[in-house]
């Protein structure tokens, strides 16, 4: 493909050879990933958390895992497949991933939450998503709007 | 949007938070209006509330006590000094004594804080009856975990099922002591589902009741046949 390449028969069919291998690869693997008809379908939660002190996101995940498990037991936990997407620890926003018929389930188990390591908080989910562009796009709306109400207010 | 009350949110003078901070997350939660009832035994003095946050916030009173005459000494004291009257719940009698009145306006934690007290099948009839609302407190549900939670889901499943029956009055209520305590009214409702209340009632009472127990709505008909 490239102007000025050596003319060699031999390292054509290297090059051939390394193609040939490649999408040996991208097949095998577009065959073993699911296809979109096949996965599961989700539901990305924006959280916020209002807390004394800084919350470590460590810290966080196990709490909400110990509240899910504690209130719904390990088959119900099971079924919600929850998991922290991200959570920014200085504007206290976050988006958890979880199934898309358990969402009032992972809301109640989120609300449970009352004390992470001594420190109180408390969450609340603000929209609910149904890809991660969608919950990104509503994480920066609502902090903008924190900050003009916090403007106002101040 | 229908519009939300707590009607039991205890601030300043009983804990070390500010009535203003509470109006602020509360606010910022989505709901219309807040009632502070601190419990009367604890109350120093009263404190004013300023007149910007006077529409959102009520002041009411909870009154904490072991004996049924003293209970009606301090309904009596209070009855039309307070925008909510609430009765702190727990044991039998109290609960009896309160619900058999009409001056009050809910019954604050029926089990009681820890699901230890109980409500019967006449009680319930005299709440329907005087119109005194029953308290579900959610912060019980979410301050406990494992057996005791599963003891105050249960009570919370056997008052339901004779608030239902009898019709009486239900409202739902966080019983928040900080702004940590306080949970919007979309976490209320999936709290309130994990004790089988279905989603139009748990809206019902978050919203309807406690504007209706607010304005006397119940109340009226009783008044009038007293004067």
Known sequence: ?154 | MPNFFDLNVHAYPETDVPVEDMYRIAKRYGYTGIAITNHDDTEKGKEKLPPSISTFVFRGVEIRTNSVSELKRKIKLYYGKVSLLAVHGGSAKINEAALKDFRVDTLAHPCGEKGEGELSHVLVRYAAKNGVAIDFNLNAIVHSRRSDRARILWKMRENLRLVRKYKAPAIISSNAHSVYDLRAPREMIALASLFGMKKDEAIHALSAIPEGVLEKKWKKETEVEII
């Not at chain 1, 008809?37 to 810290?59: A, G, P, T």
């Not at chain 1, 609910?128 to 796009?137: D, H, L, Q, V």
Request: glycine share 8%; charged share 30%; hydrophobic share 40%.
């Open chain 1, 1 to 154: 493909m490239e102007k000025g390449n050596g003319s060699g028969d031999n390292i054509k069919n290297e090059k051939c050879k390394v193609q040939y291998q490649f999408a040996f690869y991208i097949l095998h693997f577009a065959l073993l990933m699911l296809p979109p008809s096949l996965r599961e379908r989700r539901r990305y939660l924006v959280f916020e958390v209002i807390s004394e002190r800084e919350i470590d996101k460590r810290e966080l995940l196990d709490e909400i895992r110990s509240s899910l498990y504690s209130l719904y037991g390990d088959v119900g936990a099971s079924e919600s497949r929850i998991w922290l997407i991200g959570y920014d620890k200085k504007k206290d926003v976050g988006i958890l991933r979880c199934a898309h018929n358990k969402v009032e389930e992972v809301r109640a188990a989120l609300a449970c939450i009352h004390s992470v390591n001594g420190a109180r908080i408390g969450m609340r989910v603000i929209k609910t998503a149904g890809t991660i562009k969608g919950a990104t796009r509503l994480t920066k709306s609502f902090l903008e709007k924190k900050i003009f109400v916090l403007v106002i207010l101040v």
